[in-house]
């Protein structure tokens, strides 16, 4: 028996138009999933999703804005609509802005706030609905180093994130009875359009190179095993916890 088949199960991915939303969503469509990407711009998500068909997969997708909490939950409900099921929720969209605190803008810091924590815990708690009907859910959270770490001027993502592996840890003590896990994924530094910013600066992207152990950034398909693992069988007795996928830069001084 393959525990890290995912053939027969339904998975929604926000974030899932490029980046490490994309990767994760082709890591369990490889595995057999029904894959639904999410993300804000229709014509990115359909491109995204034929490629995956072309190459024999299945995948849908679903257009919102996850700061849009009726829109997601209606998007939520529209999945198992047309799918029958939701067995995989991953709350992965994020985003951040960078300035020193002086800077900050209390609208900024709400929107944040409404993207990374408030809409991974709407998107949660109407996944769980069904999840509980079925007995059996995924539910995983991208958060981030950062969250650990901490690091100046992104202090609304940094606390954003380290809200979402709490939240995973209080989702998993709840819903656990009912056959659902709930975990999160810290990335470390990946090459996504995220990072745009940080990557045109050599200095930069030597200096985090050099911090992690395998002495180089992350590739978006190198998140695609840990989001396999949590998403199907093979691990189904792991909950509440939050793996760090950063090449090692958070446990090599
Ligand atoms: N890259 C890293 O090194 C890194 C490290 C740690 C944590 N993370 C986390 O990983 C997650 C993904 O990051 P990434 O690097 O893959 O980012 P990315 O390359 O910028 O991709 C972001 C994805 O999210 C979608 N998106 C953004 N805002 C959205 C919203 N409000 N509603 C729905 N979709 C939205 C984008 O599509 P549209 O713009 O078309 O909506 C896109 O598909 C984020 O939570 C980020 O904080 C990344």
Known sequence: MNTFSMTG???LVTG???GLGLAMATSLA???ALVVLNGRHEPALVEQADALRARGLKADVAVFDVADATAGQAAIDSVVKKHGRLDVLIANAGTTVRAPIED???TDWDAIQGTNLRAPFLLA???SHYMKKQQHGRIIFT????????????????SSKAGLAGL???LSAELGEHGITVNSIAPGYFETELNAPLL???AFVDRIAGRTAVKRWGKPAELGGAALFLASDAGAYVTGQQIVVDGGLTTSL
Do not use: L, P
């Not at 958060?143 to 940094?158: D, E, F, L, N």
């Open 9 to 11: 199960r339904v998975a």
């Open 16 to 18: 899932a138009s490029r």
């Open 30 to 32: 490889e595995a057999g």
């Open 104 to 106: 900050w803008k209390a």
């Open 125 to 127: 708690q109407r996944a």
């Open 143 to 158: 958060t981030s180093i950062t969250g650990i770490q901490g690091r100046a001027t992104i202090h609304a993502y940094v």
């Open 168 to 170: 995973a840890r209080s």
């Open 200 to 202: 045109a600066d050599k």
